[in-house]
C-alpha cells in the first residue's frame, strides 16, 4: 500500500520531468511553448465562457424552483422498479449537466442518508461512473466549431445509463 501512496505522489512530478526533459533534448523553448499553449488556453476559456454561464445558472433555477423534486416524485414509480431510488435522480439529471451542481447535491443527501448508506454508496458510484455529457459536448464541440455531434450524444446517455446501472449493482454487493 505504501508503494502506491508513493507512486501516485510522484508520478506527476516525473511526468513534468519527462516532458521539459523531453523538449530539451529536442532543443525546443520550452518555456515559450508553455506560454504559448497557455495563452491559447485563455482564449479557449474566453470564447466557452458564456455556455459555462449559462449551464450553470440553467442548473441552480432547476435546483432552486423545485423541478428537480418534482421530476422525481414524477418518476418515483418508475425508477423504483428497476431499484434506482428516487431521490438520487435529480443527482443523475443534474450529472449530465453540471458535475460541481452535482457534487452539491450529493453532499445533501451524504447529509441525509449518510456517506456509508445504500443512497450515499450509489450516489459516490454514480459520481464516479459517469459524465458531464452536454457541458462536455458544448465545450469541445464548441471548442472546435464541431455542428453535428452524429451519435455522441446517444453513446454518452447509453454510457450513462450504464454506468448509472453499475452504480445501483456495484453499491448492493457492499
Known sequence: MKFLIFLSDVTIPILIFVIVGYGILNRQNVYEEFIDGAKDGFHTVIG????????????????ASGFLDFISGL??????????????????????????AATSL????????????????????????????????????????????????WGALLATLAGTAASVVLAGMM
Open 48 to 63: 466557452i465562457m458564456p455556455t459555462l454561464i449559462g449551464l450553470m445558472v440553467a442548473v441552480g433555477i432547476l435546483r
Open 75 to 100: 418518476f418515483g414509480r418508475v425508477t423504483n422498479l428497476i431499484h434506482f431510488p428516487s431521490e438520487l435522480l435529480p443527482l443523475s439529471v443534474v450529472k449530465m449537466f453540471s458535475s460541481s
Open 106 to 153: 450529493l453532499l445533501d443527501i451524504y447529509k441525509e442518508f449518510g456517506t456509508d448508506s445504500y443512497y450515499g454508496r450509489i450516489a459516490s458510484i454514480l459520481l464516479s461512473s459517469t459524465e458531464t455529457i452536454f457541458y462536455t459536448m458544448s465545450v469541445y464541440f464548441m471548442s472546435v466549431k464541431i455542428k453535428k455531434s452524429r451519435y455522441t450524444l
